[in-house]
Every structure is written in structure tokens, then in C-alpha cells.
């Protein structure tokens, strides 16, 4: 009988590894027999049978799986549901996520401030650079005025990410991502010397992933005051910019107040720079040792001014231009003491660190996100077991149980989920940002994996990047550019401003979020439950802006999953 496309099934629009487990899911009403065929549908390569009907903890609706794990056969095919249709065509390959993997890491190219892209790199997204003004004329916002810059004081701070769909630069958000990335290097150091991204640097002796980490690193360097240490929280204007390329957005530019939390996670991430950069002293003379004096100052200044938080409505209840940006505000910055503290003390091997700060003040591993990094302090100390001295090894073991230990939780009721992935098993992951969340669900696994060598955690960090590319309650590849049902309308300036249909590429979209229509108020939404709540709208910014803390992640995750085939 005619078979058309079916949006029905969901999976992975772009493939799976030869071993891997391989499933689509079937919303709607089937039951009974599946195959698996060539594109043509002429060719039968595998029969299977539905799963019974599992409910979905979110929505409620039931969903099937198509379970063809046990088809190895390299290929292009789709999954045929008689009655209902076929998928978008998948294939079945080694290094099927390669592309993934060099594509979100060349998105943070696409991201780069103060340079021309070419089309030699950045093909029809070629643009010229942005904001060439930061090079000499940054202004000093009231909150971040001191003795050593007056009022009046332009400074230069040229280079780094924009942080998202706007064009502001906040050192939370760049350390946890730019921390993202170098400990795909620490974890990965083999894949990464392979792994290029066509960037001007690809030519030199430095992997591509710490190069483009360097260009956010450069500018970071430059948000720390030489006289004392103490880093701005962020580089912004005053109020976002419209809807515009970034070589026409023209506001003023602010450093804005110094904060404990911007301290700290520049410590964490300068130190761990200092670590990542020793090894290619040749090429890059001084710059490890100047990382680590970096982080150490910071360290200083936030022992000197622990409670200096950044909280942007008392600040502009005092201050003059109200500074309505992106907050990245903190309550808490327990955690970002943590992290500085692992990071300080594995590079400086000085126990000075590690006993300055209570390391675990308790059992819970709350997931990392841009609001809480504890965990990449922890994944740091478990990476270098091997190199702790006796302070820290001697918690190791109790490391070592609750990290592996939060794995379990993770993947504990997995297999009962209408969808399978470890994503989604609670409305709650269903924030602002969620995409993150399903990533870095997927690093945690992946770093259960590498403790304990048991695949079970690097198969289910699998289902979640499976959710990424198409097995998910809206049906959207969340990953620009790619997968057959791709997002099209970011909230991504140059992509809503370039006059270029395909937003530019290789950038992972928030995704559904339950409060999405009450934050953006953009028309449109139609979902009632969370997992579904996502508008492919350049006005949903609460659902379907990009940013670069989402996308490290993803590139971590699909970076790990090349490298060790999740096989
Ligand atoms: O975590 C809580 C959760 O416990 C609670 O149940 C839920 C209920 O609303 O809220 C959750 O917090 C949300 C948080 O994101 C989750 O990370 C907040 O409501 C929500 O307001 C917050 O949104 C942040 C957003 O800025 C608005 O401040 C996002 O995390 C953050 O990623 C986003 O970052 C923006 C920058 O400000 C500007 N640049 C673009 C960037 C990406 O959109
Ligand atoms: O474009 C901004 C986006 O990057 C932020 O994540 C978001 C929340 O802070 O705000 C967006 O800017 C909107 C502003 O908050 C309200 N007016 C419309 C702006 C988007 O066009």
C-alpha cells in the first residue's frame, strides 16, 4: 500500500552507530509490525513488532518504540509503519554524529566578535565583524568605577562569543562554556587533535576546539582590572539592540560592576586553562602561566569581597543607565567556590585550595547549568584521580559514589518512558534552556561512563542526544542545520537579520520550555504540557533562542560519543 512521510515517528534524523541501540517512537494510534526499508520503500531490511503503549510522564499521550537495535547493516533506510508512513530517512554508519559534532563546534565561530567571517569559513553566513569599537572604546558603567578607572575611562575588550541571539558578552555564561570545551579536550586530548572545523587557525599545532576556546579566553583576560583582580560581570549595552546585523549595532558599550560570581568562574576557567595550555608552551609562550596568575588573582579578590553578588534590580534602582541585559544574577555563589576551588587546587596541586572551601557540603549533585557549575568542579577532581595528592584522594571514593551514584538516579526509569531517552522524565527539565539540560544529562553519563567503564550510562547518554537530533515530543532536530525537520527561525540576530533563508548553522535552539508564552508573550504556542511547549519563531526567545552555554555541551556530548562510538 502507499506509504507517505508520517510525522508520527520520531527519531534521530541523523543516524546511528552500527552497534548502538537504534529506536524511533510512534505517537498516534499503531500497533503491530514495523520494517525498516530502503528510502525507496522497495527493499525490506528488517521486521519488527511496536512495543505496547507506554504513557508520557509529561503530556500523558502513549507512545510505541520501534526497537531495530538489532539491524547493524551499514545504510541509508526509514522506518515503515503500514497504515501510518515512513520516517525521514536515517542512516546507519561509523562517525555517523561527526558532522554534528563539527558543526556545533564551528557554530562558535559564527559566534566571534571584532572579526570579518569569510566565506572561506563561514560560506553563505559570511559577515562582516562586529562591534570593531570594543577595541578602543568600552566604556566604564557607574557600578564598575574605581580608583584606578575614574569615570571617563575607556578600556578595550575586543574579541570573545556573543553570548546567544543577542549580542552581549557575560563571564558567568563564558566560563561554564568555554570550561565545557576544554574539558572535552581534558577528557578526549586524541579525538580533539583530529577534529577540525575549517577555522583560520585549523592550520596550526592546536587543536581547533582549544583554538576557538582561545578566542573567548583573550577577551575574558580582559574583563579582569589589573589593579586589583576583581573581574566585570559583563560587557553590554545598556538595552538589547533590535534585530540587526552585528556591524549595525552600534550602542554604547559598558563594563558593568565586579562580582564574586564572574570572579570565581573566571578562577575556575583561567585555571583550568593554565592546565590545558602548559602542553603547548612552544606555540603559545607565557600564556598557561598567565592564565593561572589570572585565576589566582580573581581567587583573591573574591576571598576580599565574598558577597559582592550581581543582582541587576538593586543595582538600577541606583544607577544610571539602568542596565536591562541578560542578569546571570546569583543568590548563592557556594558553588561557584567549588569550582574554583577543584580547578585551582588540580592545577596548583596546593591543598591550600581544596581545604579553603567546604568541597561537599552535602550529597546532592545538582546538574550543571550557567547558575550552578559544583559538578565541574567534581568532574574535574574525578578526572584527575591519578594526580591528587593524598587531601584529595582521600575523598575520592565518596567523589566517586555520588557522582556515580546521581548516574543511577538519572537513568533509573529510562526504559519505562514513552520516549527512552533519559530527557523529559520530569516537567522540570522543561526550563528555559532545556536542550542544556537533556546535554548535560548526557555529560554526567559520560563522565559516569569513564569512572566506572560500565556502557550502561554511555548508551543512555545516547538517548539524549537522540532527544537532540528528533526523538522528542515536538519532532524537531534542535540543531540548526541539520536533521530533516531542522529549526528554521532562531532567536539569533544574524540569523533573522542576514536575509538568508537557513539560520546559520550548527546552533542549538533553548528548546520546549512550560513557561515559555508567559516569558517571551509571543503569539503562537499551542502545546498544553511542557515537552511540547517550543514555537519555531524568531520571537520565541524563551523556546527558540540559541546561546552559547547550550550549544558547549552539546558539542561535549556529541564530541564524546564520536570518540567512543557509543558502542
Ligand atoms: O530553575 C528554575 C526552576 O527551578 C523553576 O521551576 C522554574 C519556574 O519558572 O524556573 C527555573 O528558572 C528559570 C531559569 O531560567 C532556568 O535556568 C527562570 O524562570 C528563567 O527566568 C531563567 O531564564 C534565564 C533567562 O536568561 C532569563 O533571565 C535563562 O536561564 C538564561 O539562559 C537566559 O540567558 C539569556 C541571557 O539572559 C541573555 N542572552 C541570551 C540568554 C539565552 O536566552
Ligand atoms: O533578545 C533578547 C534575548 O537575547 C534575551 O534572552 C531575552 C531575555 O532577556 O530578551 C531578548 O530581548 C527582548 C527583550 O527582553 C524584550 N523586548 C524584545 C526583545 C527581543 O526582541
Redesign the pocket.
Known sequence: QAQSLSTYIRLNQIGFYPNAAKIAIVIGDASGEFRITTPDLKKTVFKGTLSEARPNAISGKTARTADFSALKTAGTFVVVIPGLGHSYPFEIKTNVHRAVAIGSLKGFYYQRVSVDLPAKYAGAWSRPAGHIKEDTHVLVHPSAVSDSRPAGTVLSSPGGWY????Y?K?IV?SGITTGTLLSLYEDFPQFCQAFKTNIPESGNKIPDVLDESLWNLRWMLTMQDPADGGVYHKLTNARFDGMVMPDKANKERYVVQKSVTAALDFAAVMAQAGRVFKSFSRDLPGLSDSCVTAAVRAWEWAQKNPDQLYRQNELNEKMDPDVV????GDRDASDEWIWAAAELYVTTRNDAYYTAVNLFPDDKMPLP???QVRLLGYYTLARFEKSLTPRGQKDFPKLKKQLTGFADELIQNVDKQAYQTVMGQSA?DY???SSAVAANQGIALIQAYRLTNDKKYLHKALTNFDYLLGRNATGFCFVTGFGDKPVMNPHHRPSVADGIEAPVPGLLS?GPNG?APK?DKCEGYTATSADEMFLDASCS?ASN?I?I?WNAPLVYLAGALEALQAA
Not at 553570548?163 to 543577542?166: F, Q, V
Open positions: 553570548d546567544a541571539g543577542d552581549n557575560y555564561n541585559t541578560g542578569e546571570y547549568s550557567w547558575a522540570r526550563i528555559w534552556g533553548g513557561n516569558q526567545y533562542e546561546a552555554n
